[in-house]
């Protein structure tokens, strides 16, 4: 059941940023979700973490295109690709959510404009959690089998 609701939600979270990193790179989608996405990111450089430790800030429109592939890659891996590379791509999502949240934070944005932001971090986050519980649940199944296999063959000798 666990291994379900793994596969589930990291097909849903892979889709949803597959679909919301297309839309940073291009008007393919929605040309105004497109055109409001450009408008943002000049905000968010204004925000930039770390400006103030090293006074470089990144080219918004470059920062928005490299947030975007980051987005459409990891997404791509999550809902498609089998294996560890998954925990990769969930950790790079999960960075680029809490930089969001900050920029968020920064930027005074109201609750509702940082829910999304919110509920898909918090959302790598459980798949990071539920992964680990697969995981351990997985390595404690095959010690019990080992055991159970040496048992086995304590008695057959």
Known sequence: ????????????????????????????????????????????VKVF??????????????????????????GLILAVIPGTLKQVANAILLIIMIGALYTSWALKFSLDKMTPTLIFGLLLLCRLIVFAQVRAR?????????????????KTD
């Open 138 to 154: 997985e390595k404690r199944l095959q010690v019990e089998a080992e055991k159970q296999k040496e048992a086995w063959e304590k």
């Open 1 to 44: 059941m666990a291994n379900l609701a793994l596969t589930v939600l990291s097909m849903t979270i892979g889709f949803f940023f597959l679909i919301v990193g297309i839309i940073k790179l291009s008007p393919i989608l929605n040309d105004d979700i497109y055109k409001d996405q450009r408008k943002a990111f000049i905000k968010f």
């Open 49 to 74: 973490p770390f400006y103030r430790q090293t006074g470089w800030k990144p080219d918004p429109h470059v920062y928005r295109r490299v947030i975007g592939i980051l987005e459409v890659i990891c």
